[in-house]
């Protein structure tokens, strides 16, 4: 069974430009998340879908940050413009539902250094 | 909100030595639990879980146990191996309301295992 697939793995860009990610979760998971992971802190949830529907936006900021989930299955998450403090490991994650014992799987993350 | 807290790393031990790593929270309800793994280069990967109180869970000789009274879930394993470094973080999936399903993860603890 395939993975969380994401691209690219590493990028570095300077402050106020933009730059987008991109997650494909694993088939036939409804529940797709976006975590922001700093140097030496654990994951911090920045967005939930449920299918291509927000469930859960409360912690993303939404004047530089965007995500979207067309179809229900691919996922692109962008920041526009990016800040210093942007620099971390962006995480994508699946899950068949969001029922609190449903294991949610991670790929491989996206290093984003921001000059 | 909801919160988790690891204790304080890196940890550091030789081969075969007994490890503990302290997991304790605050939730409303019943979350369930969590311990994930990150290897050098990789990805975060579910180590164990357990969904209910007094329950616990264990996976290649990892174990923890479920414990509502203390609200803890310490993870252990009776004898390492180099193989084992990596970064662990203890995670819960929230029962309450908003937090419903979203996982809150602790800093996590640098383990580092000595021939």
């Known amino acids: ?51 291509n529907g927000v469930v859960d936006d409360s912690q993303l900021p939404k004047d530089r940050f965007s995500a979207e989930r067309l179809k229900g299955v691919d996922s692109t998450l962008k920041i526009q413009p990016a800040k210093l403090e942007d620099s971390a490991v962006y995480l994508c994650a699946s899950s068949f539902g969001f029922a609190t014992y449903n294991e949610q799987f991670f790929g491989p993350g996206t290093r984003l250094t921001v000059l | 909100g909801d919160s988790v807290t690891q204790m304080e790393g890196p940890v550091t031990l030789s081969e075969e030595a007994f490890l503990t790593i302290n997991c304790t929270y605050t939730a409303t309800g019943y979350p369930s639990l969590f311990w994930y793994v990150q290897y050098p280069g990789e990805g975060l990967q579910l180590l164990l879980k357990a969904t209910k109180a007094d329950d616990k869970g264990s996976n290649k000789g990892f174990e923890a146990t479920y414990r509502k009274e203390t609200t803890s879930f310490h993870l252990e394993k009776g004898s390492v191996q180099v193989s084992d470094s990596a970064v662990y973080f203890c995670a819960l999936s929230g029962a309450g309301g908003t937090s419903y399903g979203k996982l809150t993860f602790g800093q996590g603890t640098i383990l580092t295992v000595h021939p």
Request: contains cysteine; glycine residues 8%; positive net charge.
């Open chain 1, 1 to 51: 069974e395939a993975g969380v697939a994401q691209s690219p793995r590493y990028k570095i860009i300077e402050k106020r430009q933009s730059v987008a990610f991109w997650c494909n979760p694993i088939s036939g998971h409804a529940t797709l998340y976006w975590y922001q992971q700093i140097l030496g802190q654990g994951p911090k949830l920045l967005i939930q879908f449920q299918n």
